[in-house]
């Protein structure tokens, strides 16, 4: 019992109102829903980077032991330090513009931007050390704070429906049901998995989602076994064609193969990751001022938005935050986040964030950091059995994704919909979210309304200077962003 006493003492999970179990299945439950990482990051990563003593595989099995790593590393300075129940791993999306943008378009070595993660890594910890970071962060107007939930909740659902096939992408209306879906293995099960989940929580039986998680991958396994494809190919093509008038988006093609024993054959030169440590010290050694500059400013201000949009989403699932709004000790969990990056970078990947699935394990009743020191342990854990760690589907996965979707919409009943100056600046953080696939935009969209429609409205005296600083760094990224600027310098 010793062990145990120690372990509630240092967690404080009677304080939070928690135990060893929930923690347990919390933690559980967050690395099923993002374990899809471990496989994902390496893929994207690495068709840019090229190591010329080994092959395209080992490159890809280097990058899944960085992958790892670093997540496990953030994740448990997360849960130790910070005592938050949030996970860590690098960014999808952000590793996609690492790879796709700033190496494949704008041809900056790989080396080279690998710097520039490190650099925003650094810049964000001294940030979080004198407060900055926080100061920003409470800025946020509070409509916009409690419009961040459930902006990440549509976010959410959107990456969940389409990973379980429910949508694909269409090119009249952008989006639409999946047009083949009565004959769809993984579209099937996924629904049935999700409203078995459902089920599941609304007899509240504990463990729920994560039972949910397991039963579709049992049913996934059991159909690919009867010869339906319920199991995508691990490397199937991006935008795979459904229908001659719709077409999956790749982020929901599942990247597991219908063996998973055969994922990953690991060998000595794939654990052998030094040609990737400290790899970063080559890209400062020749870089062009203005242009760094501009890549680190890009790099910063989507993880930065991202990050404080996550937290405070998380949190406000959560039950953390203030009567204003704001998370509690702030500090602690950014500077877990800034560590994970720095170190992220020097391993030799793109930027490591704090990840919207945190908010599976949190209502799974997850309010501590052995949340996190779970889910650390079992990316570690995921070092030598790569291929299980990856057996789930994404599709099984995700169901989690759109049951926590529809938990995090609650928070939609504390915006003042009746005050104009309050749902504006809301409803642009709640619809924007969503529709660019991205936290910060959303946030940024609400933050550039406040100021306007209160001014509009005769209330100058409710907007601080620095919400104005706000305004005008969003239409100063924006402008860098989708000028073209970037491009021309580079």
């Not at 024993?261 to 052998?272: I, K, R, V």
């Amino acid at each position: 019992m010793a062990p145990i006493d120690g372990i509630s003492s240092l967690f404080g999970l009677e304080e939070h109102d928690t135990d060893l179990r929930t923690e347990i299945v919390a933690g559980l439950t967050t690395f099923l829903t993002m374990s899809y990482i471990v496989v994902v990051n390496p893929q994207i990563m690495g068709q840019v980077i090229d190591v010329g003593t080994r092959s395209d595989a080992q490159i890809v099995q280097m990058l899944t032991v960085v992958t790892i790593l670093s997540a496990a590393v953030a994740t448990f300075v997360m849960g130790v330090y910070a005592n938050r129940p949030f996970a860590l791993a690098p960014g999808l999306g952000l590793n996609a513009f690492f790879a796709f943008t700033v190496v494949g378009t704008l041809g900056v070595p790989w080396r080279t931007a690998l710097a520039a993660i490190v650099v925003e890594g650094v810049i964000f910890g001294v940030l979080t050390l004198i407060g900055a970071r926080k100061y920003v962060i409470e800025l946020f107007p509070k409509p916009v704070k409690l419009a961040v939930g459930a902006g990440i909740g549509l976010y959410l659902a959107i990456i969940g429906l389409q990973a379980m096939r429910v949508t694909a992408g269409d090119a009249s209306t952008f989006v639409s049901l999946n047009p083949v879906f009565a004959t769809d293995p993984v579209a099937i099960i996924s629904v049935v998995g999700l409203f078995v989940t459902f089920a599941l929580h609304a007899r509240g039986i504990r463990g729920s989602i994560v039972l949910g998680v397991l039963g579709t991958t049992v049913m996934s396994y059991l159909a690919a076994a009867l010869g339906y494809n319920a199991v995508p190919a691990k490397n199937a093509p991006q935008g795979t064609t459904l229908s001659s008038d719709a077409v999956l988006d790749p982020i929901s093609v599942s990247t597991l193969s219908s063996d998973p024993l055969s994922a990953f054959s690991y060998t000595s030169g794939g654990y052998d990751i030094t040609p990737l440590i400290g790899a970063f010290l080559e890209g400062l050694a020749d870089i062009d001022s203005l242009a760094f500059a501009l890549i680190v400013f890009t790099f910063f201000f989507v993880d930065f938005f991202d990050t404080a949009g996550t937290l405070t989403g998380v949190s406000q699932a959560a039950g953390f935050l203030d009567e204003d709004g704001n998370v509690p000790e702030i500090d602690k969990p950014l500077l877990a986040d800034a560590i994970g990056t720095t170190v992220g970078g020097i391993l030799g990947t793109s930027t490591v964030t704090t990840y919207i699935e945190s908010a599976t394990g949190v209502e799974e009743g997850g309010r501590t950091g052995l949340t996190a020191v779970v889910v650390a342990g079992l990316f570690l854990a995921s070092l030598a059995i790569v291929p299980l760690a990856s057996a789930i589907p994404m599709h099984a996965s995700h169901i989690a994704l759109v049951v926590v979707a529809v938990l995090m919409l609650r928070g939609i009943v504390d915006i003042q919909w009746d005050d104009f100056t309050h749902a504006v600046p809301a409803a642009l953080t709640l619809l924007v979210m969503p529709f660019t696939f991205s936290i910060a935009y959303g946030i940024a969209a609400g933050i550039i309304a406040y100021p306007v429609v209160k001014a509009a409205g005769g209330e100058w005296a409710d907007v601080r200077p620095g919400q104005m600083a706000l305004l005008m760094v969003f239409v100063l990224y924006f402008y860098v962003r989708t000028s073209g600027l970037l491009t021309h310098l580079i």
